[in-house]
């Protein structure tokens, strides 16, 4: 039992010191090509573009809601924006493509509440 143990813990030594090795060459090559970037770019970078300490990340929101969200808003951005290029093409009179435009404007948000009303 004891012998199985050594075996094991050896095993165990050699594969950490096999990959810490294989950790201090990417970090040794990480290293050469960030000096090699900073002396090629360095003084550009610093005189023109100073860089954020770091980087936002916007995230949105996810799951089935959020997605059924964002496409019940894009169909109706769509449509919207439809109607008012019928209205532009088919209207001469600019009082009609600006009533068209103000009643699309008080019309959106109750048809996309009847439309897409959760509570059904």
Do not use: C, H
């Not at 005189?47 to 059924?68: I, M, T």
């Not at 894009?74 to 493509?97: D, N």
């Amino acid at each position: 039992m004891s012998k199985e143990r050594a075996r094991r813990r050896a095993e165990r030594e050699a594969e950490r010191e096999r990959l810490a090795a294989a950790r201090a060459e990417r970090e040794a090559r990480a290293a050469r090509r960030r000096e090699l970037r900073d002396r090629l770019v360095g003084p550009i970078r610093a005189a023109v573009l100073p860089r954020p300490a770091r980087p936002v990340r916007v995230a949105r929101q996810r799951g089935y809601l959020a997605r059924r969200r964002r496409t019940e808003n894009g169909v109706a951005v769509t449509l919207w924006f439809l109607v008012q290029a019928l209205a532009w093409i088919l209207f001469e009179s600019w009082m009609a493509r600006l009533g068209v435009f103000l009643g699309s404007i008080l019309l959106l948000p109750v048809l996309v509440t009847i439309v897409f009303d959760r509570r059904s």
